[in-house]
C-alpha cells in the first residue's frame, strides 16, 4: 500500500510488498495524476500522411554540359543541353510527362552529339597520324639544304 510522506513535504513512497508493480511506477503514476493527465486518455488518435512517389525523371544536365563542353559539333551539345534545362524546369513544375519527353529529346541528341564527337575527334587524330609524315616529306624535298629558298 501506498503510505503518507513522513513529516517533510518532499514525496517519498514505500514500496508493499503485496503490489507487484515497482515504486518507479508507482511515481511516475502520481507525476501524472498530479500533473492533471487522464489515467486512461482512450483511443489514440494518428494522422498518415501519404506521400506520392515522385517519378524520378533524368534530366541528363551533366551529360549535355560535357557534350556543350567538349563535343559542341553541329551544336549538337548546345541543343541538347537547352532540352535539359526545359525538362529540370518542367519537372519543377510537376509536369512529368513534358520533363520526361524534354528528357528523352536531350538524352538522343547527347547520344548524336557523343558518338559523332569521337568519331571526328578519331578521325582527325588518323588524318593527322597519315598527313604528318606526308607534310614532313613535303618539307625536306622543298629545302635541299635546310634553309628557306
Not at 10 to 22: A, N
Not at 26 to 37: P, S
Not at 87 to 112: E, F, P
Amino acid at each position: 500500500m501506498l503510505r503518507s510522506p513522513p513529516q517533510d513535504t518532499s514525496t517519498s513512497f514505500t514500496w508493499d510488498p503485496q503490489y507487484s508493480q515497482k515504486p518507479e511506477m508507482f511515481r511516475e503514476q502520481h507525476e501524472v495524476t498530479n500533473l492533471g493527465y487522464l489515467q486512461d486518455p482512450g483511443p489514440v488518435r494518428s494522422t498518415v500522411v501519404q506521400v506520392q512517389a515522385d517519378t524520378v525523371v533524368p534530366d541528363h544536365i551533366v551529360w549535355s554540359l560535357f557534350n556543350t563542353l567538349f563535343f559542341n559539333y553541329c551544336c549538337l551539345g548546345f541543343v541538347a543541353f537547352a532540352y535539359s534545362v526545359k525538362s529540370r524546369d518542367r519537372k519543377m513544375v510537376g509536369d512529368v510527362i513534358g520533363a520526361q519527353s524534354h528528357a528523352s529529346t536531350a538524352k538522343c541528341l547527347n547520344i548524336v552529339a557523343l558518338v559523332l564527337g569521337i568519331l571526328l575527334t578519331i578521325g582527325l587524330i588518323v588524318f593527322m597520324a597519315f598527313m604528318f609524315p606526308l607534310y614532313i616529306h613535303a618539307l625536306q624535298q622543298g629545302m635541299p639544304n635546310g634553309r628557306g629558298s
